[in-house]
């Protein structure tokens, strides 16, 4: 539609309203979805490991969802970018903050492979669901990761399961207090 008195330009700029939808839906079409990246996990997985695009490995990493593939790419990849992104989406898979995320049972069985205490603190602060929380708990040897969680944790039970796992005479003091 045009304005009062605006001439059109050319007949076949001639634009409606009920143009603009099928516009929209064209513009739309030419940007490329998935910025080129397949869907198969062991194809995102090899794209990460083989792709000389640094952003592409990149982009690919943020969209892997299994967890030993994660682990692995957090541990051993020479590219530290894609470690990190690796670790934190890792992580967030984990504490089930981002999706899709794996079952509660598989999660929990990943959780029992960990041997990082770096991860384990995180999971036993950050995790949303207490199962996930106590898991970690369980592994922590850090006593002030574990007098943290027997201070802070929202489920009585993961408080006790932290404290009782304190060795250390300063932490048991702080956690008496």
Known sequence: MRAPGCAPCAPEHDLEF????MLFKRFLSLRPRS????????????????????????????????????ATLAETDID??????????????LCGAEGPAPSL?????EIGKID?????????AEAGEPEIRLAAITRLTNPLALASCALGDAVTANRGAAAERLEDKASLERVSR
């Open 116 to 124: 990082n205490q770096r991860v384990l603190e995180h999971l036993a």
């Open 105 to 109: 049972t598989d999660r929990l069985a």
């Open 35 to 70: 910025g080129g990246l397949p869907a198969d996990q062991d194809a995102l997985v090899a794209v990460v490991r083989a792709d000389q695009d640094t952003a592409k490995r990149l982009a690919a990493c943020r969209r892997i969802n299994r967890l030993a593939d994660l």
């Open 80 to 93: 530290a970018g894609v470690r990190e992104i690796a670790l934190a989406r890792y992580q967030r898979l």
């Open 18 to 21: 009920d143009d603009a939808p």
